[in-house]
C-alpha cells in the first residue's frame, strides 16, 4: 500500500483494530480485484472510520463485530449528519471487507448480511446540451499554445467520454490519430479503444505538432497534454481551464469534466447508439451503470409519442 493511503488509512494517534487483517484486505483489492488508486483510496478512508468507531467501542477482534454494533455504527454516521450516499458507499466497503474475513476463514458469519442498505437515491446525471457542447468546443482560437491545447483537451474529452484521470494521463503512445482512436487504461487496468472522429483527430494532430512542441521547448515528455514546465496537467489546472472557457462561451452552467462525460453518452444514446457500445466506450463494468443514461426528458417523450402513437396520428 502507498505510503499516503498508508498514513491515511491509520490517522488517529491511537493504533487501530484489525490492522493485520486490513493490510491483508488492501492487498486482495489491489492484486486480486484489480482496483484503481482513487477506489483503493476511498475504501481504505470507509474502513479506517469504521476501524475507528471500533476502536472508540474497545472492539479489538473480527468476530466480536455483531449485526447490533453496525447498526449502532450506521446510526451514528446518520447523526454526524453524513449524507445518505456517503453512508451507503461506506456500509458498501464495510459489506465487502467482512465477505472478505469470510472468504479468508477468519470469521464464520458476515455480520453485515442482515443489515438492511442505506436508502441511495439514483440521481440522474447532469448534462450539457448539444447546444451548449457546440458553443463550449467552437469557441474563438486565440494565438497561445496553451489555448490550442485546452481546445484540443476539451474536444478530446466530450469526443472519447474519458474520465479527467484518463484525460490528463493520455501518453502519445495511446493516440492511434491514423485509425482516429484512442487506447484507454482505465479504472482497474482495464484497457478500452475509444474512437475519437474527425474534429477530435483534427484538434490532437494540430496540438501536436505545433503547439505542444512549443510548450516543451525541446524537452520530451510520454504524455499528450503538457504545461509550460513539461508536466502533465492537473486534474484542478484542468478543472480552472474547463471553468473558464464554459464562461467564455457564455455557459450559466458551469461544468465540470464528468458532465462532458455524461453528456458524451447522453448525445450518444439519443443519436440512436445501442447501450453495449456506449458501455464499451466508457469502461463500464456492469451495463447497470450505462443504463442511467438512457433517460430522457419530457419534451422528448411528448416529441416521441406525437410522432408515433397511432391515436395521435388518426387525429390529424
Not at 482496483?35 to 479506517?48: E, G, I, K
Not at 439514483?122 to 497561445?144: A, F, I, Y
Not at 503512445?173 to 479504472?187: A, E, H, M, R, V
Not at 455557459?251 to 440512436?272: D, E, K, N, V
Request: charged share 25%.
Amino acid at each position: 500500500m502507498s505510503g499516503d493511503a498508508t498514513d491515511h488509512a491509520r490517522a488517529g494517534a491511537d493504533p487501530l483494530p484489525l490492522d493485520p487483517l486490513v493490510e491483508r484486505f488492501w492487498d486482495h483489492l489491489r492484486i486480486a480485484r484489480g482496483l484503481s488508486r482513487n477506489t483503493l483510496l476511498a475504501y481504505q478512508r470507509d474502513v479506517a472510520t469504521f476501524q475507528r468507531y471500533l476502536h472508540d467501542q474497545h472492539v479489538q477482534a473480527a468476530h466480536d463485530v455483531s449485526p447490533p454494533l453496525l447498526s449502532s455504527f450506521l446510526e451514528q454516521l446518520h447523526r454526524s449528519g453524513l449524507a445518505s450516499s456517503s453512508r451507503a458507499r461506506m456500509l458498501a466497503a464495510v459489506r465487502s471487507f467482512f465477505r472478505f474475513l469470510k472468504q479468508e476463514g477468519v470469521v464464520a458469519a458476515n455480520p453485515t448480511v442482515s443489515l438492511r442498505s442505506t436508502a441511495r437515491a439514483r440521481r440522474l446525471p447532469k448534462t450539457l446540451s448539444l447546444e451548449e457542447v457546440t458553443r463550449l468546443l467552437d469557441l474563438p482560437s486565440r494565438p497561445l499554445p496553451e489555448d490550442h491545447r485546452d481546445r484540443a483537451m476539451v474536444e478530446v474529452l466530450y469526443a472519447a467520454g474519458l474520465r479527467v484521470s484518463e484525460l490528463i494521463s493520455l501518453r502519445i503512445d495511446q493516440c492511434n490519430l491514423d485509425g482516429g482512436y484512442l487506447s484507454i487504461t482505465g479504472k482497474g487496468d482495464k484497457q478500452r479503444v475509444v474512437p475519437i472522429g474527425r474534429p477530435a483527430v483534427a484538434e490532437l494532430q494540430a496540438y501536436v505538432l505545433h503547439a505542444r512542441p512549443a510548450l516543451l521547448k525541446q524537452r520530451s515528455s510520454r504524455f499528450v497534454f503538457v504545461s509550460r514546465r513539461g508536466t502533465p496537467l492537473t486534474r484542478q489546472a484542468f478543472w480552472k481551464l474547463l471553468r473558464a472557457r464554459a464562461q467564455r462561451a457564455g455557459i450559466t452552467r458551469i461544468p465540470s469534466p464528468h458532465m462532458l462525460r455524461h453528456s458524451f453518452a447522453t448525445h450518444l444514446l439519443q443519436g440512436g447508439a445501442d447501450l453495449r457500445s456506449v458501455q464499451a466506450m466508457l469502461g463500464h463494468a456492469d451495463i447497470s451503470t450505462t443504463q442511467i443514461y438512457t433517460h430522457v426528458d419530457a419534451a422528448q417523450l411528448k416529441k416521441v409519442h406525437t410522432a408515433c402513437f397511432p391515436r395521435n396520428k388518426s387525429r390529424r
